[in-house]
């Protein structure tokens, strides 16, 4: 195996530091019994499920380990590469909330602890902190999430991704996944055992590659490097557990397609994989449309027993980030301050020219009229570079009083973020787009600071069978801008929300059976993003969300039920508008490459059901299904004037249209094998026809589909004399028959579902 010199040499010179990574929802001894979890939920007063054993083995570890929540019900996961290997194309929707380039509305923890948001700009989801071969489990609080959750996005839940604990004793484990579209990844894991006597750690290195999956030759890729260290130390009364992630990550991307053009040709995404030396045409050449990222996160969770009924959690970390995002505008731009002159720095309050000719001396040709036949022909490469410091704290004390379990904590963080925008010069159109390293232009250079603080508390009561909790939380947020180049435009915003009321109750019917109902108050703060526009935000209100559930659950030695009714409001909604989508090349001179909204508020309705059947001692059968429906509760700008008449707005929002991108049936069933030897998955997974687009009245009808998966193992312990421990093989198939479907995105624009994909893994233990 080969891994990057630099990543090695920053594994030996990496201490251990992170958390034991559990939610407040999630018992400190979780981890010792994560393999018998199953997804009916825990006994709390919202509905949540989490990940089972099989769900991570239907997740290729070459692939995202978002997939590994595709199956629980409410959820919907769409990734335009077939290894979730493309940030910008990945969405994520659940009762009317969603996750993708426009909107951010669920919140995203790492062993409980904030991922920085999961926008594309600066943004940072699971898979970057996360190898799908170190992950536990995945915790999905859908409508709300437990109290102390510490994230500004979650209106309409939390996904929690909990990291494997090191294991009692010493061992290497190491794997090798290959697949289609040249898919490959390596991924080694040394764990420590027992050191000192009270201390358990492991170290961890994956290298990856593929290609797109659309197209072929120069269709793009994905590489991608990551490292994990975590250890546990425990003691009389005290438990400290650390981890360190480090992903170094390069993404071609994947284009949006129209309804329309997805029906004339459901396999291409309208991006080239040829250099033709025309820049009109190679603006969408696939290997100019990449994501660099580079995130390092690490933490260091400290559990104190104060007294026989007090227990304090401290837990620091840091998140640091640096990025770029790329594109190829078939020009170069020419910009001149008041006075005439050219400036290499923001508009200088002058003019902005687009010019696609030089001359023989290289000078740029502004005369549209000018005789091109002996001109050289031009054009940029666009980087838009993110850089994201974050440094937080979350405590939480319980004191145990009687039959009362007191909570209360506090969050803090401060985050520094910079987007700085340049255009290069394309050093040979013809050729490909090498480019000057030095910029020719910086469109805009801007810092972010953004300060939070979080205060919860709660009390839960045990009465006998029945259990009550209340809680309020609340969030004091302050965002501001500085311009680097104009320094007088500046701006800030504070986002505190009211105080957040939580209550709940879980009754037990008997020792299989409870029920349980649950109200709260959510609410996501106004991000730094909105002050990148010109417009006047100081009239925005944050949004909030009131969520209520009512449910059973069902838990039996051979069965399990899970079912929930649920209505939530969401308020004051601002959503963000992609420019030009699927209206010809996107308008590389807008600063914000889009529009803020304010959309007004949605309704939700809707029920989610699991079963899990253990059938016999090798078979089981696994179903989940979604209801939702989720309309907008009010008319936004639903009229412009034409002349003297009002006529539909083609950019309004309309009372009682159907949300876009949010299905409303998704039904799943999962027939599964397991013997001593092997184990295998065959999943069914159906979304009905939903409604892509709300704009204007268009609703663009997605056509229904059903995609299946198949997963086979087989694992083999072998004798204390062999060269190896245990040996693992395991098959995927992903999109089994090949089903054509679109798979999430945007108002109107959407990204192409991956066709069949296979790949194959051997794994090896020491």
Do not use: C
């Not at 380990?65 to 199956?71: E, G, N, S």
């Not at 996904?159 to 061992?171: H, M, Y």
């Not at 295998?680 to 056509?703: F, I, S």
Request: aromatic share 10%; proline share 2%.
């Amino acid at each position: 195996m080969q891994f990057r010199k630099s990543l090695i040499s920053l594994a030996l010179a990496s201490t251990f530091v992170a958390s034991n990574g559990l939610s407040a929802a999630v018992e400190p001894n979780a981890e010792a019994s994560i393999e018998k979890i199953a997804v009916t939920g825990q006994r709390i007063a919202y509905a949540n499920n989490t990940t089972d054993e099989a769900m991570l083995d239907t997740v290729s570890p070459a692939g995202n380990v978002l997939d590994a929540i595709k199956y629980l019900p409410g959820v919907s996961v769409g990734q335009g590469d077939t290894f979730g290997s493309d940030d910008w194309s990945t969405t994520i929707s659940m009762r009317g909330f969603n996750v993708n380039l426009n909107e951010q509305q669920l919140g995203i923890t790492i062993d409980g602890l904030p991922n920085g948001g999961s926008a594309y700009g600066g943004g940072s989801k699971a898979n970057r902190y996360m190898d799908t071969e170190n992950t536990a489990m995945v915790e999905v609080a859908q409508g709300t999430a437990d109290i102390a959750s510490a994230s500004l996005d979650a209106l309409g839940g939390t996904l929690n991704f909990i990291s494997a604990a090191p294991e009692a004793e010493a061992g290497v484990s190491a794997g090798i996944t290959g697949g289609d579209h040249n898919a490959r990844k390596y991924f080694t894991r040394y764990d420590t055992g027992q050191l000192f006597g009270n201390t358990t750690a492991y170290i961890s290195l994956s290298d990856s590659f593929n290609n797109r999956w659309i197209g072929s030759g120069s269709n793009g890729f994905s590489e991608r490097t990551h490292f994990e260290a975590k250890s546990v130390t425990e003691l009389e009364h005290s438990k400290i557990t650390a981890r360190f992630s480090y992903d170094d990550t390069a993404e071609d991307n994947y284009n949006t397609v129209s309804l329309a053009e997805f029906e004339q040709n459901p396999a291409w995404d309208r991006l080239t994989s040829q250099w033709t030396g025309d820049p009109e045409i190679d603006q969408n050449f696939a290997e100019a449309w990449s994501t660099l990222r580079e995130n390092s996160f690490s933490y260091v969770k400290w559990e104190q027993e104060l007294a026989d009924d007090t227990d304090l959690t401290v837990t620091p970390y840091l998140h640091l980030q640096s990025g770029r995002g790329d594109w190829l505008p078939p020009y170069q731009v020419y910009v001149t301050d008041k006075d005439g002159k050219r400036v290499n720095k923001g508009t200088g309050n002058g003019q902005l020219q687009r010019y696609t000719h030089v001359d023989a001396q290289g000078r740029p040709i502004l005369d549209p009229k000018a005789d091109l036949s002996k001109a050289t022909r031009v054009s940029s490469f666009r980087h838009t570079h993110y850089e994201k410091d974050r440094a937080g704290l979350t405590s939480e004390l319980k004191v145990q009083l009687d039959n009362h379990q007191l909570r209360a904590g506090v969050w803090y963080e401060q985050q520094d973020r910079n987007e700085t925008r340049d255009w290069h010069q394309v050093l040979n159109a013809k050729v490909y787009h090498y480019f000057n390293e030095t910029p020719y232009w910086v469109h805009y250079d801007r810092d972010y600071s953004t300060d939070t603080l979080k205060l919860f508390a709660q009390d839960t009561i045990e009465l006998g069978d029945l259990t009550l909790t209340a809680g309020v939380k609340q969030f004091y947020v302050d965002v501001e801008r500085q311009d680097n180049i104009v320094t007088s435009n500046a701006g800030e915003l504070s986002s505190d929300s009211d105080p957040l009321f939580s209550v709940g109750a879980v009754y037990r019917m008997t020792d299989s059976v409870e029920a349980f109902a649950g109200f709260s108050q959510n609410f996501k703060a106004i991000g730094d993003a909105i002050l990148e526009t010109s417009q006047d935000f100081s009239k925005l209100e944050a949004e909030t969300a009131d969520n209520i559930d009512f449910g059973l659950r069902y838990n039996a030695d051979d069965l399990s039920l899970n079912l929930t009714l649920y209505s939530t409001t969401f308020d004051n909604r601002i959503t963000f508008l992609q420019p030009g989508a699927n209206q010809g090349a996107p308008d590389y001179l807008n600063e914000l490459d889009g529009t803020y909204i304010n959309v007004g508020g949605i309704d939700a309705k809707g029920v989610e059901t699991s079963l899990n059947w253990q059938l016999n001692e090798i078979w089981s059968v696994y179903g989940a299904l979604t209801l939702n429906d989720a309309v907008y509760n009010q008319t936004v700008n639903g009229t412009i004037k034409e002349g003297n008449q009002n006529v539909k707005n083609p950019r309004g929002i309309f009372e009682d249209d159907q949300v876009a991108g949010s299905p409303e049936t998704i039904v799943t069933l999962s027939a599964r094998f397991t013997t001593d030897k092997y184990n295998g998955a065959l999943t069914a997974r159906h979304t009905a026809e939903y409604y892509g687009a709300a704009l204007g009245g268009n609703k663009d009808q997605l056509p229904a589909s059903t995609v299946l998966d198949l997963s086979l193992g087989y694992q083999k312990t072998l004798s204390q004399d062999a060269m190896f421990q245990y040996v693992d093989l395991s098959l995927l198939v992903n999109n089994l028959t090949d089903e054509e479907y679109l798979s999430g995105g945007q108002e109107g624009a959407y990204y192409i579902g991956a066709g069949r994909t296979a790949s194959f893994t051997v794994s090896l233990g020491f």
